[in-house]
């Protein structure tokens, strides 16, 4: 398995969790997930005219829920590289502020 190699510090990722960039990237992707769900949603309330059991519905919901599955892990990414980071330098002390 390939490891991931981070060239940010802690401080770094730190204010790039609390930048307005990331912050816009986060309402966006959110509403990427909102839309998603709301198909989801959608294609149930709509079952009863369909059949929800035939593979091109199920197909269908299995990719939606990856993109949910996909956007989450993208907005964990910040959170993911500092805990590498804690993992190879745990008695490494970095301000917080």
């Not at 519905?57 to 990856?66: A, K, Q, V």
């Not at 993208?74 to 502020?97: A, G, Q, R, T, Y």
Request: hydrophobic letters at 40%.
């Amino acid at each position: 398995m390939e490891q991931i190699e981070i060239h940010s510090t802690k401080d770094q990722l730190r204010d790039f969790k609390e930048s307005v960039l990331w912050n816009d990237i986060i309402r966006e992707l959110e509403s990427w997930k909102k839309g998603f769900n709301d198909e989801m949603l959608s294609i149930v309330d709509n079952a009863a005219d369909t059949n929800p059991t035939s593979a091109a519905i199920l197909l269908h919901m299995g990719d939606l829920n990856g993109r949910i599955k996909a956007v989450d892990y993208f907005l964990s990414l910040p959170d993911v590289f500092l805990s590498i980071l804690s993992d190879k330098s745990p008695n490494l002390e970095v301000s917080d502020e």
